[in-house]
């Protein structure tokens, strides 16, 4: 029995431990405190798991029908008070045990992280779009796409909105997961204690290149970050509004540089902003339908469109065939 | 009529091409089969237009198990798409359909009408009643769910699936960034399956309230009656908001107007906030049916009556009141603030508690029972640990910091499979196999019947267990591939054979339907299972006026303690009355077929030609209006002679369980 445990376990490992669990082995702060809870929540999960199954292997055992108790009629019983408040009470107790943490840690997820809150954030601003990341450090007046640079052990505040989908920013060894969506703006504090290089990647399904909408976090020291920057300024191209624009279009795009950042025009955080949407680029599989043009697209002139008439003939025609009802 | 006949049918893929050439043979066939037979007059007077509870029942059932291969048929294409990375099987936009109209159809198409038509079959034979309340609203609640599924179901073939997920957020699932018409079929035809649900609510509210059998107080009825009652409640508190939901996408969708579009002030979190201010309810409306077929397997099969009767009715009004105030758990990522995520993560956590309860409970009724191992019971029993993983990581996933980290990924999707395949996919087997000599008379192979449970069992635990690690590995759903870097190929490979067995599992299920109803001794008793409530003191299968007589309740498992007083097969002749009965009415598939028909045209954005089918819709109401035809009697001799038939051939039937 023993030996067949071994071998299970032998035979588990590699598919177990193959690879490191990625919420298990937290690069910062913020996400060392949320493994903080989980293992926390495992250890009374654990428990619930070992006395239920325990209690259900015990009784399905020992109360089975075996050819003896042919005939045998057990007795009626309708239950046990105190016994009913006993199986209340304790997973009350339970999920008290769970509800203080897990409080604790959403309000200390909203602020600086414990060590770095006398520290100034440096400012990224995080524009997801079909598919890619756009990162904005207005300071450095930098933009990047599909990587984003920081400098280790620094407070990061990254400020996020959406050009487009509702997406979910998401880089598991640094922090956990927060939407970005067109006209809000959401905010993350991350500090990566030491230089590495991080994956990134949206977790909210946004269409077909959804998949491979990946980002790397680099981690540098101090130096390197400002070497960088350095580097950018003198080598990157000058980010234009036509190539920001060709860049919201519905593509993938593999790493990019400017130097400018898009918020001189537009933050799509903005609930005034234009909305940037090109539905006729999404045209392909099935069956095409009708479109619709609105006046704060970026494309529009803020005259009025020819669409809106037939639109109210369809209305018009439609709410017709349903009040005959009436 | 502005529609590109010939841009319809999509095209391209052999998989579908070969689904078409499928479809097609498959219509025609029956088609022949129907007419080689002379079976339309039959099929039309016995089904079509029944409005008889349990044969509604059965064609719901039926629905479910072709959905379940359906629903099937998708999740074996995502398993094997993501077997190996980067795997080109299926491209993206296939991959997101399929896991689109997986969602859907498993939980409304598939999880739904398996669990309505157990409740159609089984709830009035409970509580001792000859039909529903409104018999043929039962017929249309039917005919429109399944007009909504066939609509639904089309569209992977004809103008192409819905591609945002069963969630369709916003604004992914608006004309911005999904200009094809896939969305519009998830807007109508969930609404027409919608509204269908909706009746089916009310109807089990009335019918349960209002007639129950002499004695019947509401703490004597049976456990699934009262999950069956809860549910009715949350369906009839939860789908308007998702009929609200559906007609405003709808709106925006085929007419431009804003209400969770990006531009022009719309707001996609509206759409989030209303889709799961029903889509967590509904996810209750599935699991409490459930837990009441659980509760009626393991008390008949421990041989005891349910322990803690009292706080399982208090556990279920708890979770039904819960369920409505934990909507925001779906999207703790949304940046609702602190406050109001401990607020709901407090709320969601509590639900385990009136959970465990019911867990406790049902393993001390099977304390000092004496517990059968017939199939019916296997997957009751296997319900209770894998259900409990389900529920332990519910309460991981609830804790909304640390949800940030599982969010969206497998870890999640692992959960949920875990709480719905154990919580409602094993319960509707489990009351398949309990009820269904009550439903046609034979019993289902109890060999084939654990292989099927093993297969199933075993095959879940190997898809799904993987699929926890995945996700904290930071593999996400959705994606239709990943890398060969990410190291997630070994679990996912596991995972994909572990799919297979699974559908083997289910494989063996059909076939034991086949099997039995080719081969099945038809001498089965009406009380195979010795069990203990109300529907098993009618013949197997039941006869169509349900009770000769209707019984007198004296106390909770009414039938069981007849049995102890030698009770249950005395019938006096001189009690019979005539009985009303309700006729047979083909407004409700007429309907079905209108709706679809209108249904069809708006998602295909034809608006006149769905104003003038929508006129149909209008007639049928009319014609409605001026029936006058309200039932007729079965006479006392009839009743006498179907009695004397059953009752006198029970002597020589077969007991299954001694």
Redesign the interface.
């Known amino acids: 029995m023993k030996r067949l445990f071994s071998l299970l376990v032998a035979g588990l490992l590699p598919l177990l431990g193959g690879c490191e669990m990625v919420v298990f082995q937290p690069q910062g702060p913020a996400a060392r405190s949320i493994t903080e809870l989980i293992n926390w929540s495992i250890w009374w999960m654990l428990l619930v798991v070992v006395v239920v199954f325990a209690l259900f292997a015990y009784i399905v055992w020992k109360y089975r029908d075996r050819p003896e108790r042919k005939g045998e009629e057990p007795p009626e019983e309708h239950g046990s008070t105190v016994l009913e408040i006993v199986w209340t009470v304790i997973p009350i107790l339970i999920v008290i045990a769970l509800t203080i943490p897990t409080v604790r840690t959403l309000y200390d997820l909203e602020k600086p992280p414990k060590g770095y809150e006398d520290q100034e954030p440096l400012v990224i601003h995080v524009t997801s779009a079909d598919w890619k990341w756009i990162f904005s450090y207005p300071e450095q007046n930098i933009e990047t796409v599909n990587y984003v640079n920081i400098p280790a052990n620094r407070l990061v505040l990254f400020k996020m909105t959406s050009a487009s989908t509702m997406q979910s920013f998401w880089v598991p060894a640094l922090a956990g997961q927060k939407y970005t969506m067109n006209k809000m703006e959401t905010e993350l504090y991350v500090v990566a204690e030491r230089p590495g290089s991080y994956e990134g990647r949206n977790t909210n399904f946004n269409g077909r290149g959804y998949a491979h909408m990946q980002f790397e976090v680099l981690a540098q020291t101090p130096k390197e970050f400002e070497k960088w920057v350095q580097e950018v300024k003198q080598k990157a191209p000058k980010l234009t509004k036509e190539k920001y624009e060709e860049l919201l279009l519905p593509t993938h795009l593999g790493r990019l540089t400017f130097i400018g950042t898009h918020l001189q025009w537009v933050n799509h955080a903005d609930a005034h902003s234009k909305t940037y949407t090109n539905p006729e680029l999404y045209r392909g599989h099935g069956y095409q339908g009708k479109t619709f043009t609105d006046e704060d697209n970026y494309k529009s002139s803020s005259s009025s469109n020819c669409n809106e008439e037939d639109e109210q003939q369809a209305l018009e025609s439609d709410s017709g065939g349903e009040h005959h009802g009436h | 009529m502005g529609i590109?006949w010939n841009?319809?049918l999509?095209g391209g893929d052999p998989l579908l091409v070969g689904s078409q050439i499928a479809i097609v043979l498959t219509v025609v066939a029956i088609v022949v089969g129907l007419t080689y037979f002379k079976k339309w007059g039959w099929l039309w007077r016995e089904w079509l237009t029944t409005v008889d509870h349990k044969k509604i029942g059965i064609m719901y059932i039926l629905s479910g198990v072709l959905m379940f291969f359906r629903g099937g048929m998708d999740g074996l294409l995502m398993k094997a798409q993501t077997a190996r990375p980067e795997m080109s099987f299926l491209d993206?936009?296939h991959y997101?359909e399929i896991f689109t109209t997986h969602g859907v159809i498993m939980i409304l198409f598939m999880a739904m009408p398996f669990l309505i038509g157990l409740m159609n079959v089984v709830v009035p034979l409970q509580i001792g009643a000859r039909d529903v309340a409104f018999p043929q609203l039962n017929a249309l609640s039917f005919w429109l769910f399944f007009s909504g599924a066939m609509l639904f179901n089309i569209s992977f073939v004809v103008?192409?699936?819905p591609?945002?997920?069963w969630t369709s957020?916003?604004?992914?699932a608006g004309?911005?960034?999904?200009?094809?018409?896939?969305n519009?079929y998830y807007a109508i035809a969930l609404q027409i399956a919608g509204l269908g649900t909706l009746m089916t609510g009310i109807n089990f509210i009335v019918t349960i309230l209002k007639m129950r059998a002499p004695g019947m107080t509401l703490m004597k009825m049976p456990m699934f009656t009262w999950t069956t009652l809860i549910t009715s409640i949350i369906i009839v508190a939860a789908f308007p908001i998702f009929t609200v939901a559906l007609a405003l996408m709808t709106f925006d969708?085929?007419?431009?107007t804003?209400f969770f579009?990006?531009?022009?002030g719309g707001s996609?979190?509206l759409w989030?906030n209303l889709f799961w201010l029903w889509g967590h309810p509904e996810v209750y409306i599935v699991i409490l049916p459930a837990f009441g077929i659980f509760s009626e397997v393991i008390a008949t099969f421990?041989?005891?009556?349910l322990?803690?009767?009292?706080?399982m009715v208090i556990s279920i009004v708890g979770i039904a009141f819960l369920s409505m105030i934990v909507w925001v758990h779906h999207?703790y990522?949304?940046?609702a603030?602190?406050a109001v995520?401990?607020f709901f993560?407090?709320t969601t956590?509590?639900i385990?508690?009136p959970t465990?309860?019911k867990?406790?409970?049902w393993?001390?009724t099977?304390?000092?029972?004496?517990?059968?191992?017939t199939t019916a019971m296997l997957w009751a029993?296997a319900f209770?640990?894998n259900f409990?993983?389900g529920g332990?990581?519910g309460?991981?996933l609830a804790?909304?910091?640390?949800?940030?980290?599982?969010?969206?990924?497998l870890f999640l999707v692992a959960h949920f499979h875990y709480v719905l395949i154990p919580g409602v996919v094993f319960a509707v087997f489990a009351g398949l196999y309990y009820w269904w000599p009550k439903m046609f008379g034979f019993m289902l192979n109890e060999k084939l019947g654990k292989y099927h449970f093993w297969l199933f069992t075993i095959g879940f635990n190997v898809t799904f267990m993987?699929m926890f690690?995945l996700g904290?590995?930071?593999a996400?759903?959705?994606?239709?591939?990943?890398s060969a870097e990410s190291?997630f190929a070994?679990?996912f490979l596991?995972s994909a054979i572990g799919s297979i067995i699974l559908a083997i599992g289910f494989a063996v299920f059909c076939y034991n339907i086949y099997w039995s109803f080719r081969y099945a001794k038809r001498n089965v008793s009406h009380d195979p299972w010795d069990a203990r409530t109300l529907e098993w003191m009618t013949a197997s299968p039941v006869q169509f006026y349900n009770f000769a007589v209707v019984p007198e309740v004296k106390q909770l498992d009414a039938f069981w303690h007849m049995k102890k007083r030698g009770e249950t097969l005395t019938l006096k002749e001189s009690d019979i009355k005539k009985i009303h009965m309700p006729s047979n009415s083909g407004l409700p598939f007429y309907m079905a077929v209108v709706f679809g028909i209108t249904g069809f045209f708006l998602v295909?954005?034809a608006?006149?030609a769905?104003?003038?089918a929508?006129?149909g819709?209008?007639v049928g109401?009319i014609i409605r209006s001026f029936d006058y035809n309200d039932g007729y009697y079965v006479s006392v001799d009839e009743i006498k002679q179907t009695e004397r038939t059953w009752r006198n051939v029970e002597g020589g039937t077969e007991n299954h369980v001694?």
Do not use: C, W
């Open positions: 590109k841009e319809m999509v993206a936009q997101n103008g192409g699936s591609d945002a997920g957020y916003f604004p992914l004309k911005e960034f999904s200009p094809g018409i896939g519009n969708r085929l007419y431009g804003h579009t990006l531009s022009s996609d979190m989030a421990s041989r005891k009556t322990y803690g009767y009292t706080s999207f990522t949304m940046d603030g602190p995520n401990s993560s407090i956590m509590l385990a508690v465990g309860v867990i406790f409970n393993l001390f099977m304390r000092k029972g004496r517990i059968q191992f029993l209770v640990p409990v993983i332990v990581t309460v991981m804790m909304a910091a640390a949800d940030f980290q599982y969010h969206n990924t993987p690690f904290l590995k930071g996400v759903r959705r994606a239709y591939t990943y190291g070994p679990l596991v295909f954005e608006h006149i769905a104003a003038v929508a006129i819709i209008v109401l001694g």
